[in-house]
């Protein structure tokens, strides 16, 4: 169990990121190979069987040891703290070890698999210039792509756990390191997305399985299928890539419910939802078109991301309304505030309003209110779960979101992973 004490600092936001960076370097559990975390989750199949469950998290970026290294690095760049940086690279030995031995085509995926390993790792080396850790971290990269080159079949489309998020987390390290072969993988990633799809005169999807729709949606739907298919375009020049990443984004239009100022969540097509998160709805299809609007300036991308952040302000204003009669909303990333107080950082960045800079502000100061709400405990993205350490449900995303709402230079959005943070002085 290892310790850290930061001096005071002028922000509350940084503070809160230093408390759970300490918290997580207290909670830092030893291993064969480098450290992890113990955590709640879920298991069961409905709301009446559910039960909650410790036990160790895993090596990935979703809500694994990667993911925190993510987090813990970045803080130790920021607040110059050695123990933070010690910390965080033996979580990434430990998550690289797992992924080296577990590399296989099921175990590639970018958040719960080898890919956003490497990529975490990567960014953590680069934000701690760490030598070893980079060739640790690319050496990685380059076994998955050479795994894609060879024929590896990847089952799902998605962003989350299948080929689209391979291809965007490769597409990153080639950034970061120039080797042709990530680029290559990612080509024929993209080539088996577009061979994959489902055509129709309203646009583009990924069905998951027969008869049913194609979701909306970054983590499991169109646009974080789009995404890698108009990153690869802008890229390499292909113009059919680009053709179709148009026809994904046109197909999630044509779900949009002007009324509701959002999308359907289609995993119930017969009663579909209407979610607003990262993995499903607005808060993820905001950041795709933020990104496009930054990447092509075209006015259709701003129109719809600035729908997104109409229904972001909803979530926030009935958080806000429940916080006053004593309701603890969730403040992670995927599902809860975390996610909405990304959307508006993103836009403060891409758009250089300083209003969505002081909307931001708000909700982390909503945050840290229903904190206290709840007995000065973050509420998480699992429920009835009080320990969950990691990155998009749990405290490490939290603390991510406090270091960015604080400084947005300090770290990159984690709603689009491989961008990099804005350039400014930390």
Same mark, same amino acid.
């Given at each position: ?118 990529? @975490? ?6 934000? !701690?210039? *760490? ?7 690319? =050496? ?54 577009? =061979? ?42 292909? =113009?059919?890539?680009? *053709? ?17 100022? @959002? ?17 499903? %709805? ?36 009935? @958080? ?22 990304? !959307? ?20 982390? *100061? ?23 350490? %990691? ?18 230079? @300090? ?9 990099? =943070? ?5």
């Amino acid at each position: 169990m290892r310790t850290e004490t930061q001096p005071a600092t002028t922000s509350r936001y940084r503070d809160a990121a230093i408390e759970i960076g300490n918290h997580l370097v207290a909670g830092a559990t030893a291993e064969t190979f480098g450290v992890t975390w113990t955590g709640d989750d879920l298991i069961g199949t409905d709301e009446n069987s559910t039960s909650v469950v410790h036990g160790p998290v895993g090596p990935d970026l979703y809500g694994g040891a990667a993911g925190i290294a993510w987090f813990l690095g970045h803080l130790a760049r920021a607040t110059a703290s050695q123990v933070y940086a010690d910390v965080a690279r033996d979580a990434l030995v430990f998550s690289l070890s797992a992924a080296r031995r577990e590399l296989c085509p099921t175990n590639l995926s970018l958040y719960s698999g080898a890919t956003g390993i490497a990529l @975490a790792a990567a960014e953590v080396a680069n934000a !701690l210039d *760490d030598v070893d850790l980079r060739c640790e971290a690319f =050496a990685l990269a380059r076994d998955i792509a050479d795994a894609i080159i060879a024929g590896a079949i990847i089952e799902m489309d998605d962003l989350l756990g299948g080929l689209a998020g391979v291809g965007i987390g490769l597409l990153a390290l080639h950034r970061m390191s120039g080797d042709s072969r990530h680029l290559d993988a990612t080509r024929l990633a993209c080539e088996q997305l577009v =061979a994959r799809r489902s055509r129709s005169w309203w646009g583009d999807s990924w069905p998951d399985h027969e008869g049913q729709p194609g979701l909306c949606g970054l983590g499991h739907g169109a646009s974080g299928i789009g995404l890698v298919l108009a990153e690869a375009a802008w890229l390499t020049g292909d =113009a059919s890539l680009l *053709d179709a990443a148009h026809a994904a984004f046109t197909y999630e239009r044509g779900h949009f419910a002007r009324e509701r100022s @959002a999308w359907p969540d289609l995993r119930k097509p017969e009663s579909p939802g209407w979610t607003t998160a990262w993995c499903h %709805g607005a808060l993820g299809i905001g950041a795709v078109r933020l990104r496009l609007h930054e990447a092509t300036g075209e006015d259709w991308a701003l129109a719809e991301a600035s729908a997104a952040l109409l229904a972001g302000r909803a979530l926030a204003v009935n @958080a806000g309304r429940d916080a006053a009669q004593g309701i603890a909303h969730d403040a992670t990333l995927c599902h809860g505030l975390g996610g909405v107080t990304e !959307l508006i950082l993103l836009a403060s960045e891409i758009l250089n309003l300083p209003e969505h800079q002081q909307a931001a502000r708000r909700l982390a *100061d909503l945050c840290l209110k229903i904190r206290a709400l709840n007995g000065g405990k973050w509420t998480t993205g699992l429920a009835g779960c009080t320990d969950v350490p %990691g990155l998009f449900i749990g405290i490490a995303g939290i603390g991510v979101t406090m270091l960015r709402v604080d400084n947005p230079a @300090a770290i990159g959005s984690p709603m689009l992973p491989g961008r990099p =943070a804005i350039t400014a002085k930390l």
